[in-house]
T-cell receptor
Framework: GENVEQHPSTLSVQEGDSAVIKCTYS??????FPWYKQELGKRPQLIID?????GEKKDQRIAVTLNKTAKHFSLHITETQPEDSAVYFC??????????FGAGTRLTVKP | NAGVTQTPKFQVLKTGQSMTLQCAQD?????MSWYRQDPGMGLRLIHY???????DQGEVPNGYNVSRSTTEDFPLRLLSAAPSQTSVYFC???????????FGSGTRLTVV
């Protein structure tokens, strides 16, 4: 099955700085790559996703890039705010079946 | 729409007991999955289903059974609970081409 690795496991940034989280995947058949944000005690919530026919996608302060050749994708958060503090998960799947997640990155944004 | 509903929210079991975690969705999603979340290990797939009557194993299926008799329901059964099954369990659903999974609110299970 698919194996997703995520780095770093923890990330601390100053408010206003950018944050980057990187993931790699193993299965070349994977074609859907979502990112989830999980606040303490809450369920994971989808924040952005990208499909294999697209190299980059942006939504306000959040962007995701995908390099299919290298099998890696990244989440970029610009102008970070304290409310961005949470655990972020990347995931990979083939047409929404059998979705596998990375181990998560705990992002702390210091005011 | 209620989305994905999980019950119970909290449960304490004794080693060896069995129980069923319930999951129901009202979005007519064909795909449903069960994940467990442990500190530092992210979300690990237990079992998933691509439609009524079809289930398959994920990466950590041992000790768990599932069935999918209807599109709406996807219960997870613990046959003989062990302390290693102490975790937070999430049910999730989606449909073909949709934007990611919708998660339930989770069940916090403690096995003593």
């Amino acid at each position: 099955g698919e194996n997703v690795e995520q780095h770093p496991s923890t990330l601390s940034v100053q408010e206003g700085d950018s944050a980057v989280i990187k993931c790699t995947y193993s299965d070349s058949a994977s074609n859907y790559f979502p990112w989830y944000k999980q606040e303490l005690g809450k369920r994971p919530q989808l924040i952005i996703d990208i499909r294999s026919n697209v190299g980059e996608k942006k939504d306000q302060r959040i962007a995701v890039t995908l390099n299919k050749t290298a099998k890696h994708f990244s989440l970029h958060i610009t102008e970070t705010q304290p409310e961005d503090s949470a655990v972020y998960f990347c995931a990979a799947s083939d047409n929404n079946n059998d979705m596998r997640f990375g181990a998560g990155t705990r992002l702390t944004v210091k005011p | 729409n209620a989305g994905v509903t999980q019950t119970p929210k909290f449960q304490v079991l004794k080693t060896g007991q069995s129980m069923t975690l319930q999951c129901a969705q009202d979005m007519n999603h064909e795909y449903m999955s069960w994940y467990r979340q442990d500190p530092g290990m992210g979300l690990r797939l237990i079992h998933y289903s691509v439609g009524a009557g079809i289930t398959d194993q994920g990466e950590v299926p041992n000790g768990y059974n599932v069935s999918r008799s209807t599109t709406e329901d996807f219960p997870l059964r613990l046959l003989s609970a062990a302390p290693s099954q102490t975790s937070v369990y999430f049910c999730a659903s989606t449909s073909q081409g949709a934007d990611g999974y919708t998660f339930g609110s989770g069940t916090r299970l403690t096995v003593v």
